[in-house]
């Protein structure tokens, strides 16, 4: 999904870059119009002064919804001899969703792996999950691996 991969992107990059790093979403260097040879990434790598390549594989996902009930009101009135009523009742739903990634750091000058991890992202409440809340929470999870392993220091 380009729409996803989009928005993770630049989360993450945010992300990174509130702590004083530098960060490039890869759609920005690689447009999705064509494949790219090792040799033509190296080169972009390369011209752009990149050191690391993250790579963020979505692992799946698991979506729940739970029917909790109805909320249900209404009201009366008489006014001259007429009776006026109005009732309405409203389901009241919970989602819930997990999703899990696995990250691979790649050092652009070697090609060797830096850093491997996996993350999972979970969410719950009365209101949809949207895909940017996933984005925003993965973004900062990746990013607080990064510093904890040393490979993003806070400016």
């Not at 999904?1 to 989360?11: D, G, I, K, M, R």
């Not at 929470?137 to 490979?151: F, P, Q, R, Y």
Request: aromatic letters at 10%; glycine letters at 8%; charged letters at 15%.
């Amino acid at each position: 999904n380009l729409q996803y991969a989009s928005l993770l992107q630049n989360e993450v990059c945010k992300s990174i870059q509130q702590d004083g790093a530098a960060c490039v979403p890869a759609l920005d260097l690689f447009p999705p119009t064509r494949t790219y040879t090792g040799e033509q990434v190296a080169n972009v790598l390369s011209q752009n002064k990149i050191d690391g390549y993250l790579v963020v594989s979505f692992g799946g996902s698991s979506v729940q919804s739970r029917y909790l009930g109805s909320l249900s009101y209404g009201s009366a009135s008489v006014y001259a001899g007429t009776v006026t009523a109005y009732g309405s009742s409203v389901p009241m739903m919970s989602f819930s969703r997990n999703d899990g990634y696995s990250m691979v750091l790649i050092d652009s000058k070697t090609f060797d792996k830096a850093w491997i991890a996996d993350a999972d992202t979970h969410a719950q409440g009365a209101a949809n999950i949207t895909d940017h809340v996933f984005a925003y929470s993965l973004a900062g999870k990746i990013t607080e691996d990064l510093e904890k392993s040393g490979l993003i220091v806070k400016q």
